[in-house]
């Protein structure tokens, strides 16, 4: 089942838990606006190739949109669209003021260079200047993009615009960027897993992690559980995967990762097959990495008592209701990676008020985020006598559908 129809599934049982009227449902699935551009840029050997660029904006009932741009060779529509729609509820969840969108380019970031990219990242702003603003939708990095794509964008929007560093988030910290915000989806990966583990009178320390993925989430992840002290016994990225029962020396791993751009050839630990990985024994397993990872072929074997979705949509349906059988807790990723979009609403506010935070108050504020929105998911799960996943999806869906219903929404 693709993510489309995962994320709809889960929003149709969620508003059939809250009974929402039909009409209403029909409505808070439908997005408010579809953008798809052609992005055609002069390559570095004076060819012309064109890209496609999509940006979905799905709902705005409770503010600005909000969402990332990823760079990938399958950005599609369908599942553009799921993610944004994600990010609807996800906001909702973290109780920030604001909406769904979502956009990438159909392309591969790594066959691309810096000048290309720049190129195409401005051409993209351009043909999307009007449809995108600080109080209509604020674009983020997503999977291939990051700071230095923000602040081109900024610096595009704002030939149209003037200077506008609220338009963007996620940006480099000279032009208006938030402390804390590259660590911000990792560590409130750690806080929502704390508030998880603390249900439990269970604490990270002393348990076993596995993390497939090392990117900046699971790097963070990474670091943050090793840190207070957890075992990450095992971590995977395209590169490969790398075990150690007694746990990996993380900052070590992070070096080597670092000096040679691989795990593969790692000394504190034995390669392992990435596939194994996920169906590995531990405590708790935290996929950082693409969505659909846990399926229906190995969703039974799965060991860990705890699943963490720092990914988007990494388990599909079939895999919930297998792993819910076998009494596996999964804390879902409409809260769990919460923490990057979270911060992203921290900056915005820095930008718009001309004052910036240091370090300590954003990651503050973003544990106190954290807290508050696992005890109102928990509240729904009592509520509606749901697992998490439903409690975030009704948490979520219930506060979009009564902002809608506020406005008016069939005036």
């Known amino acids: 089942m693709n993510a489309l129809a995962g994320t709809s599934r889960n929003f149709r049982l969620a508003s059939r838990l809250l009974g929402l009227d039909s009409k209403l449902e029909k409505s808070l699935l439908i997005p408010f606006r579809e953008i798809k551009v052609e992005c055609t ?3 570095d050997d004076g060819t012309l190739v064109s ?3 999509f940006r979905i904006q799905h709902d705005n009932a409770r503010g600005p949109m909000k969402g990332g741009i990823r760079y990938h060779p399958e950005v599609d529509p369908d599942e553009v669209n799921a993610l944004a729609q994600l990010m609807t509820w ?3 969840v973290a109780d920030i003021p604001y909406g769904g969108a979502k956009g990438g380019i159909g392309c591969s970031p790594r066959d691309l260079s810096k000048s290309e990219l720049e190129r195409l990242t401005r051409v993209f702003t351009q043909k999307i200047h009007d449809l995108i603003g600080i109080h209509t939708d604020v674009p983020a990095p997503d999977m291939g993009t990051n700071a230095q ?3 081109w964008i900024l610096d595009e929007y704002s030939k149209f615009h003037g200077h506008s560093p ?3 988030t996620g940006k480099p910290i000279d032009l208006g960027g938030s402390l804390g915000r590259e660590a911000a989806t990792g560590r409130g990966v750690v806080y929502a897993t704390e508030a998880l583990l603390a249900e439990y009178w269970k604490a ?8 497939q993925g090392f990117g900046n989430v699971g790097s963070w992840v990474a670091r943050l559980i090793h840190e207070r002290g957890g075992k990450v016994i095992a971590v995977s990225d395209v ?4 075990k150690n029962q007694n746990g990996i020396d993380i900052p070590q791993l992070l070096k080597h990762k670092e000096a040679t751009g691989s795990l593969t050839g ?3 630990g034995d390669s392992l097959d990435p596939s194994a990985l996920l169906v590995h024994e531990c405590d708790v397993l935290v996929p950082c990495a693409l969505g659909g990872v846990l399926n229906r072929e190995n969703a039974a074997h799965v060991k860990a008592k705890f699943i963490i979705e720092a990914a988007n949509h990494p388990s599909d349906p079939e895999a919930d209701e297998i792993l819910s059988k076998k009494g596996v807790i999964i804390l879902p990723d409409i809260y769990a990676n919460a923490g990057g979009v979270t911060v992203s609403y921290f900056e915005w506010v820095q930008n718009i008020q001309g004052f910036m935070w240091d370090e300590d108050k954003v990651n503050k504020e973003l544990k106190r985020y954290m807290t508050q929105a696992f005890h109102n998911i928990k509240t729904m799960c009592q509520t509606h006598h749901c697992n998490l996943r439903m409690g975030a999806f009704t948490l979520g869906v219930n506060r979009v559908a009564r902002a809608t219903l506020l406005r008016g929404w069939e005036a």
């Not at 990270?204 to 993390?211: A, N, P, Q, R, S």
């Open 266 to 268: 790692f000394s504190g």
């Open 204 to 211: 990270v320390k002393g348990l076993t992690f596995i993390i």
């Open 51 to 53: 890209y496609v660029g």
């Open 90 to 92: 996800k906001t909702a």
């Open 166 to 168: 609220a338009v963007v």
């Open 149 to 151: 794509t923000m602040a």
């Open 41 to 43: 840029i002069p390559k």
């Open 239 to 242: 590169t490969g995967a790398v």
